[in-house]
């Protein structure tokens, strides 16, 4: 028996209520390019919207023009999908809140989950949308899932609860150690303000 490997997200199929609703949401609010529009080919009465979330992967969205919106929060029984995250900059996160009160969408507040900052609110069907920032940026080479497991395991070996910016910074110079290689015989911390 072997594995099936993934590479990745290839996209996400959302049912969504009319065509312009879901326009307005995932380009309007969110600014995904609307990038391609087809029938469903499983169903003749839908549409099948795509847009580009930011890294070239899609949201994909089923439309039909007999569903209107429901407001009410999306079922987060066991098999459902609980919420959608997106990655912002640290420029825009500190827009989002100002930006989600102009449209009168309410919203959870920045919450800080130590290694990201993130803020939640629903779509116009009830969905859980997250914002999310990172609180660090990963060493050149690396990704933020490789930091991620480093911090893990130090936070881990500390015996702490869970991720905080420490563990992160001390992950980093872990990756940087391993991956890069230096001149110095001795790479341990310093002090040249100590040498008197």
């Known amino acids: 028996m072997k594995k099936i490997q993934v590479l990745g997200v290839h996209h996400i199929t959302l049912t969504g209520a009319d065509r312009q609703s879901s326009i307005d949401f995932w380009e309007g609010v969110l600014g995904m390019p609307f990038v391609f529009d087809q029938p469903n080919l499983d169903d003749a009465d839908e549409g099948h919207l795509y847009f580009d979330p930011g890294d070239g992967r899609l949201i994909t969205i089923f439309t039909n023009e007999a ?26 996160f500190d827009q989002t809140i100002e930006r989600l009160e102009a449209r009168g969408i309410g919203h959870s507040g920045v919450k800080d989950r130590g290694f990201m900052h993130s803020i939640y609110f629903k779509d116009p069907l009830g969905l859980l949308i997250e914002l999310a920032c990172y609180a660090f940026i990963p060493p050149r080479g690396a990704s933020h899932a490789e ?33 890069q290689g230096s001149l110095s015989d001795d790479r341990a911390p310093a002090n040249p303000f100590d040498r008197g």
């Open 147 to 179: 930091v991620m497991m480093e911090a893990h395991k130090i936070r881990v070996a500390a015996g702490d609860d869970h991720i905080e910016r420490r563990h992160l910074a001390d992950a980093t110079v872990r990756i940087v150690e391993r991956s």
């Open 67 to 92: 569903r209107k919106p429901v407001h009410g929060r999306t079922p987060t029984d066991p098999g459902c999908v609980h919420h959608l995250a997106f990655e912002v900059d640290r420029a825009m």
